[in-house]
């Protein structure tokens, strides 16, 4: 296993369009987190799944966000009517547990919204 | 929400110097991570320490935590040009799930 992989690296689209994120966690972590990172800031929690269930989202996931983790392995985060507020990078993290446990990021999404 | 604050917010160091950086937090934590991110690169984990801990080592690495001052250091010994990065603290609370990170310092290593 090499890690968790993200996919696109980047992202170009024009304000309004739908963009959908992939992330494949590392296979035996049964947790899988999703951040966003603007420049100059850390990463802020967006959501999380603990296997195929969604049980935490943060306010900043608006309603034009959905992510989804069918049969609790890979992952994707949808944005819908994408704004110019949207641009960042998109994280995507794995762990064996809660937030006591590190957590194994993947490289990112890098969002751009013209 | 950003809990954790670096500070400070940018080092600029010798390679072979050691560099520290420090970060406090609001609330009741139940451990306290070091990130790494390089420029391009996705956040790698360094050290986690737990709130019963006060000092952990790893290699170059050594982290301290002041619960009663709600504040932890990272040290990095005999920097290397590599070292150069961002540095991220995160902490995770009681029956929570999340990481909240802080700002994060920039460390550079001048060869």
């Known amino acids: 296993d090499t890690g968790v992989s993200q996919d696109p690296r980047h992202k170009i689209t024009k304000r309004g369009q739908n963009v959908t994120f992939r992330c494949d966690p590392i296979s035996e972590h049964n947790r899988l987190y999703w951040y966003r990172q603007t420049l100059g800031q850390g990463p802020e929690f967006l959501t999380y799944f603990q296997n195929e269930a969604q049980l935490e989202k943060s306010r900043l996931l608006s309603d034009r966000f959905s992510a989804e983790r069918p049969k609790g392995s890979f992952s994707t985060l949808e944005i819908q009517r994408t704004e110019q507020g949207d641009s960042a990078m998109y994280l995507c993290a794995s762990s064996y547990g809660d937030s006591s446990y590190e957590q194994y990021f993947g490289p990112g999404t890098r969002l751009t919204v013209t | 929400s950003q809990q954790g604050e670096e500070d400070p917010q940018a080092l600029s160091i010798q390679e072979g110097e050691n560099a520290t950086m420090n970060c406090s937090y609001k609330t009741s934590i139940n451990n306290l991570q070091w990130y790494r991110q390089n420029s391009g690169r996705g956040l790698v984990h360094l050290i986690l320490?737990?709130?019963?801990?006060r000092e952990k080592h790893s290699g170059r690495l050594r982290v301290t935590l002041d619960t009663s001052k709600k504040s932890s250091s990272l040290l990095i010994t005999a920097s290397r040009a590599a070292d150069t990065a961002s540095y991220f603290c995160a902490t995770g609370d009681y029956g929570n799930n999340r990481l909240a990170f802080g700002k994060g310092n920039q460390v550079v290593v001048i060869p």
């Open positions: 320490i737990r709130s019963n801990e």
